[in-house]
């Protein structure tokens, strides 16, 4: 027993390790001028999507649900966040603080969104689900279109139309404008926050999977009728590993939302739930480091191919399918596991 | 003697199909009673039916008093029935030892933020989990497979497992549905001694569907014979294996 909390811990000492490795090389490559300043705008956004996948991998991996909605969470996160920034930029000027408040923020609306669009779509299974959430992460974008907020010397308006029927005096400042989104959401957003925020993903993650929930949660995942007949509440759990799920891409979406002039909704479409979907895939389904490298070598790749050019889709395609037959070929994960078994085990020897 | 469990006139249908029909029995604490039956006679219907993973068109079921008819699989554990499935049902993406620990989640309790926090609860109370889940491994000789997946273990290992994964919910009454299904004499008669000692050692009842003669007829006590769904016989053991109707309508020739 002892010596399998060792290796549960020593795996997650080492996913840590990666990316406090990766942190310091980038730093390093950084003050020796030695990244491109297209690579150095990239390193925000590589977090976001490390976040993201990791969290949807809690869905996907850990509780075993189809979720292709994760960017609707994301969209909630962003933009309750640089909402709240953007009131409090004047009064909180330290922007560390004001941004930790920010995340937190971003990442309670968006757990509060996950509560409640779970509590009906979780009774779905499979495809259903899939299919619905699908739904909900277009809906919620398509809401967060609609909402005209500014404020003038009376106070702040509201409008679900448009900037002119709010009746706010011309001197009043627009903070959301509809499908144009929010600007001048402050710059507070940085790499290593983006980091930190890896970190604290990873930390919430793994020791969720390591814990009484977290084995609820997989019991669940692998048979529902068992579980329930050693007296556990699916619904409960379910609920509970979509809710933090939901949270930490909210927290996602404060941290892109903060790194960008302008935010607009448009971005939070099925195409990043898919491709976060990808990542989780691609990393192995239940595998947490997994999603952790998947990201960034997915989101990094294009860009360093760009040099390529022509040759540059086709590079990234190869990459796309070495990578699932590392991951899930049966061949190659008998040979990884006698050769390599140390260093890439795949999540479900992870969590054992 | 109290009873444990006592159900009356229990029925369900699934379509035109009386799967099970005016089933009745009375098991006394610390009893190993057994159900026997020819395939599709509804035995496993009636564990469903017990379990609340199926509810009653008609009957009353009551647990040490208590009518648990109709209600929910979860709170009817809660209330002290645990089972075993004729197809095995395992967490087989987890560790044994974890299946053990699921079946241990209602006794030790802390918080999903002391869980992701490790505040201190967390330490003490995985610690107490993992020691009450080993000693039911142990009863299992399942203790040296603790750390592999339940995926990987071997066929009868996999029975055992369920078992212990039931026990660790504490129940009053356990359901074991065909126990020694796809296991060899050895196996069959290790396992008959196995479940003489949790009742022995647990304290608990036992309701068994096995269709195996040797066992039935080893360790159960009382027994009653279902047929198309409606009880043919039921008794004392050695009454009702020498009952004519029933060597007629399962036992054959
Ligand atoms: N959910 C269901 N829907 C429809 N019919 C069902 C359902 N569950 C059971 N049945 C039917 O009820 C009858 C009894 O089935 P049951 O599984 O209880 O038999 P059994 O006595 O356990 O048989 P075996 O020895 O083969 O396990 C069968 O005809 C079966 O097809
Ligand atoms: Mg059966």
Request: include cysteine.
């Amino acid at each position: 027993m002892t010596r399998m909390k060792n290796r549960k811990l020593r795996s997650n000492l080492i996913t840590y390790g990666i990316v406090i490795a990766a942190f310091i090389a980038v730093q390093a490559l950084q003050s020796a001028g030695r990244l491109s300043s297209l690579m150095a705008g990239l390193l925000v956004p590589l977090c976001v999507y490390v976040v993201l996948a990791v969290s949807l991998n809690l869905v996907v991996g850990i509780s075993g649900e189809l979720s292709l909605g994760h960017a609707g969470f994301m969209c909630v996160g962003a933009f309750t966040s640089a909402f709240f920034t953007n009131l409090v930029k004047d009064t909180i000027t330290i922007s560390g603080l004001r941004f930790f408040l920010a995340i937190l923020i971003g990442a309670a609306f968006a757990g509060i969104f996950g509560l409640l669009i779970g509590i009906p779509v979780l009774r779905l299974r499979g495809d259903y689900l899939a299919i619905v959430t699908l739904a909900f992460g277009e809906i919620i974008k398509n809401i967060m279109n609609l909402f005209y907020i500014g404020k003038d010397s009376a106070g702040y308006h509201m409008s679900l139309k448009d900037q002119f029927s709010m009746g706010m005096e011309p001197t009043g400042k627009m903070i959301i404008s509809g499908p144009m989104g929010i600007t001048g959401t402050p710059k507070d957003a940085s790499f290593l926050a983006g980091v930190i925020l890896i970190l604290v993903t990873l930390y919430i993650v793994l020791h969720l999977i390591d814990s009484r929930d977290g084995r609820a949660i997989m019991a669940i995942r692998d048979n529902r009728i068992a579980a329930e007949s050693v007296g556990l509440n699916v619904m409960k759990f379910k609920l509970m590993a979509f809710t933090v799920s939901a949270g930490l891409a909210g927290a996602a979406g404060a941290l892109y939302a903060h790194n960008l002039a302008t935010l607009q909704a448009k971005k939070f479409d099925y195409n990043t739930s898919i491709l976060t979907l990808v990542f989780v895939v691609l990393g192995g389904i239940g595998n947490i480091r997994g999603s952790v490298i998947a990201a960034v070598v997915l989101t990094a790749l294009p860009e360093m191919l760009r040099g390529l050019s022509n040759y540059r889709m086709l590079i990234y395609s190869i990459v796309l399918i070495v990578m699932m037959i590392f991951n899930w070929a049966p061949k190659v994960l008998e040979w990884r596991e006698r050769h390599l078994g140390r260093f890439f085990r795949r999540g479900r020897e992870e969590v054992m | 003697m109290a009873a444990i469990l006592e159900v009356n006139n229990l029925g369900i249908s699934f379509g035109g199909l009386h799967a099970v029909d005016n089933f009745h029995v009375t098991i006394n604490q610390g009893e190993l009673y057994g159900l026997i039956g020819p395939n599709g006679a509804g035995k496993t219907t009636i564990f469903n039916l017990l379990t609340g993973v199926y509810k009653p068109d008609e009957g009353i079921i009551r647990l040490d008093g208590q009518d648990i008819t109709g209600r929910k699989t979860i709170d009817i554990n809660k209330a002290g029935v645990a089972r075993t499935f004729q197809n095995i049902r395992l967490f087989h993406q987890i560790s044994v030892l974890d299946n053990v620990k699921v079946g241990l989640h209602n006794r030790y309790s802390y918080s999903t933020v002391t869980g992701i926090f490790r505040l201190p609860g967390y330490r003490r109370t995985e610690r107490l989990m993992d020691e009450k889940a080993m000693e039911l491994l142990k009863v299992f000789d399942l203790d040296t497979s603790a750390e592999i997946l339940a995926s990987n273990l071997p066929y009868g290992k996999q029975r055992k497992l369920e078992i212990a994964r039931a026990l660790a919910t504490d129940p009053k009454l356990l359901l074991l549905d065909e126990p020694a299904a796809g296991m060899n004499p050895n196996e069959t008669a290790e396992l008959m001694e196995t479940i003489r000692f949790v009742r022995e050692h647990f304290g608990i009842t036992i309701l068994l569907i096995e269709h195996d003669m040797k066992l039935v007829s080893g360790i159960c006590e009382r027994l009653s014979v279902l047929n198309f769904g409606k009880i043919l016989c039921e008794g004392e053991t050695s009454e009702v294996l020498h009952d004519p109707e029933v060597i007629k309508a399962y036992l054959g020739e």
